[in-house]
């Protein structure tokens, strides 16, 4: 605000400069950065107190110097005959505000499993690409549409960052691609056919399946063998308790009720979804073997190849080669889209596509180095066990290391969620015809 509305550098001098402070302190004329000097005071003052100061100048007889300008006001008064360059101005803003209508860049974060290209590619399908106005980007629409495209996504944010479209990704890591792909055309075939009546009830038939798909009863087994150690039952009837140990496919919580009758007699059954939280102490086996021996890659400096480029939209100026004879090479590429700030990017990139030769010699992991990589395996493959709620409180896990390899194996004592579902046996209850008959003819003679 103050290099739009200017100001100006002063030195002052004269007998009396803390009164002529304090009188600008009285009449509010805002002053900063004062710093003295050998017989006077330097400071900066706004170019409207500036305008100000001649009374308090007459009144406390000093003297003021004006020892530079800043600001708008100046730079422009400094270049007011150079029309091409206001032109140029005005010119170079109107291309900012149009520039900054459009998405440039849409950049993704937290996908590891699906790509950049595959996610941009499915996109461009919804119309949604670089180059496009910001009034046509519906961030809710593109979270849905992400979301229904791609199961093993469990959370989607979309948002807009200056020129660039930002899309944050939480991918579940224990599902699988073909699973949902195959969602996928279901969905999309549902979405095609919202003006056709018997694919409208194709949808509702699958609809009121998967309904029923949810409300079949089932049954909780045991996913391992372990020692429970915790068991909450929501709904179901659990038939072990804390302590018990159980097998893979023991029965932890039944899907069926058991009715009875006054004299305790099994009637018929109820049937519901078994719900509850059963964890249990449990083992596993870990081993993870690597290789003593590696092939190192010994680069040649002087056979590499390089190609630079610009890319101004569809537009590319290529410099260079990338053609080799090369028996084996590595092709690397980088590139930098052109931006204003921090997220203002342009529809302009440069970039380098290196090739380089090496060749490769076969070396021998030292002990230390094995240990280490063999540690660092191990506490990745921990963090993710905890990651999926799995809590590990022992292991044995030992380093052994060969001629040929080195393997760290061991028994992992863990605690974790061991149930799984499984369908309920449906039951039929016979009844004794005769004895209906009496139990009528009882009730009856009850009732008279």
Not at 346 to 372: C, M
Not at 373 to 381: A, G, N, P, V
């Amino acid at each position: 605000m103050r290099y739009l509305c200017g100001y100006v550098k002063i030195r002052i001098r004269g007998t009396s400069p803390e009164r002529f402070l304090n009188l600008c302190r009285y009449h509010q004329i805002l002053i900063w950065g004062l710093c003295p000097r050998e017989d006077s005071y330097e400071m900066y003052v706004t170019l409207q107190g500036f305008r100000r100061l001649r009374p308090i100048i007459r009144k406390t007889h000093t003297k003021v110097i004006l020892k530079k300008r800043y600001g708008l006001p100046f730079f422009l008064h400094r270049h007011r005959k150079r029309k091409a360059f206001l032109f140029g101005a005005l010119f170079c803003m109107g291309l900012l505000y149009f520039y900054s209508s459009y998405i440039w860049d849409i950049h993704f974060e937290g996908n590891e499993k699906w790509t950049d290209q595959t996610l941009l590619a499915f996109l461009d399908t919804k119309e949604v690409s670089p180059c496009m106005p910001k009034k046509d980007i519906d961030c809710p629409q593109i979270v849905k549409e992400i979301r229904a495209q791609y199961d093993d996504i469990v959370w989607v944010s979309a948002s807009i960052d200056g020129s660039r479209l930002k899309i944050q990704i939480k991918e579940n890591e224990d599902t699988f691609q073909g699973v949902g792909s195959s969602s996928d055309r279901s969905t999309e075939n549902d979405a095609e056919g919202e003006g056709n009546t018997q694919e409208n009830n194709a949808s509702q038939e699958k609809t009121e399946a998967a309904v029923q798909e949810e409300e079949k009863p089932t049954d909780l087994i045991a996913s391992q063998d372990g020692v429970i150690t915790h068991m909450i039952t929501r709904s179901g009837v659990p038939v072990v308790h804390v302590g018990d140990s159980v097998k893979k496919g023991d029965l932890l919580v039944s899907g069926r009720v058991d009715v009875l009758n006054d004299a305790k007699e099994v009637i018929g059954y109820q049937y519901q979804q078994s719900d509850a939280d059963i964890f249990a102490d449990t083992q596993m086996e870990y081993e993870e073997e690597i290789s003593v021996f590696y092939q190192e890659k010994i680069y040649r400096k002087r056979e590499q190849r390089h190609l630079f480029y610009l890319k101004l939209g569809d537009f590319q100026i290529s410099l260079g080669t990338v053609k080799h004879p090369f028996k084996k090479w590595e092709t690397y590429t980088e590139e930098h889209q052109i931006k204003l700030g921090e997220n203002f990017y342009l529809p302009a990139a440069y970039g380098r596509i290196s090739v380089k030769s090496y060749d490769t010699k076969q070396k021998k992991y030292s002990k230390r180095q094995l240990q280490e990589t063999l540690t660092e395996r191990f506490t990745h493959f921990s963090e993710e066990l905890e990651e999926k709620g799995i809590q590990m409180y022992e292991n044995n896990v030992r380093i052994h290391v060969y001629e040929k390899s080195a393997v760290a194996k061991g028994t992992l004592y863990l605690n974790q969620r061991i149930t799984e579902a499984a369908d309920t046996e449906i039951l039929t209850v016979e009844r004794n015809e005769q004895d209906e008959l009496i139990g009528t003819d009882y009730g009856n003679t009850g009732g008279t």
